[in-house]
């Protein structure tokens, strides 16, 4: 498989972001009344969105669910977004992916602003045509929802649409979690997964990850030369 076109997703697959994520999420649930000393166990709010992880694992209200999301943004704007490093051998992998003629995108369910703001802070940006998080919507019941990982997946990849009609053929989406790998089915792309990130690799297999990478480095040759 030649690969022309990657797209990646950010937490848990360029970034190891946990500490930052979680830390926000224990603080916002302590300002709802709600302890949990336990940061491991929040380790799955990384990668979904967060409005789906606060009802999953902690059957919120639908009004306690958006003040959830806003106190989480309240510490993680400021401090959290921060607490977080790049995969080491990431920067020079994004180079060689380059220099190999593989063009890249970010899709991220991450709000748009913050995959900017990390991007920039580990001075990678350089690396990506475009890059794609989360846009607000306020739907008929008031409910503001980020959007669907697919519905990101689908901008990031209209970018190179435009460029090659036959990009499907040669794209990849990569990411640590379910939800990115039914991106990219969902968008007939080529689906990889990781397994440093933050999912198991039995979530990245029945998700249908046709690719596992279990490092960067084997995550980088596969990029540049499309061996399996």
Not at 35 to 49: H, N, S, T
Not at 107 to 132: G, M, R, W
Request: proline fraction near 4%; hydrophobic fraction near 35%; glycine fraction near 8%.
């Amino acid at each position: 498989m030649k690969i022309r076109y990657a797209l990646f997703d950010l937490d848990g697959t360029l970034t190891a972001s946990a500490p930052g994520i979680t830390r926000s999420v224990q603080y916002a649930l302590s300002k709802l009344g709600i302890e949990e000393p336990d940061l491991a166990k929040l380790e799955d709010f990384v990668g979904p969105p967060l409005s789906y992880s606060f009802d999953r694992h902690y059957h919120l209200s639908e009004s306690d669910i958006v003040k959830a999301v806003e106190y989480f943004r309240e510490r993680y704007a400021v401090t959290g977004i921060f607490e977080n490093d790049l995969y080491p051998g990431i920067d020079e992998m994004m180079r060689e992916a380059s220099r190999c003629g593989v063009h890249t995108a970010v899709a991220s369910s991450k709000p748009e602003e913050h995959v900017l703001t990390v991007l920039k802070h580990f001075n990678i940006s350089q690396y990506f045509d475009v890059i794609c998080g989360s846009k607000f919507e306020r739907e008929a019941d008031g409910v503001v929802r980020p959007s669907d990982k697919s519905e990101i997946v689908r901008r990031a990849l209209d970018y190179f649409e435009k460029e090659d009609p036959d990009y499907r053929e040669h794209a990849v989406m990569v990411g640590d979690r379910s939800y990115d790998i039914e991106g990219a089915l969902s968008n007939k792309v080529f689906p990889v997964g990781v397994t440093y990130g933050y999912g198991p690799r039995e979530e990245l297999v029945g998700s249908g990850a046709r690719f596992i990478a279990d490092n960067v480095e084997e995550l980088e040759k596969f990029l540049t030369t499309g061996s399996i």
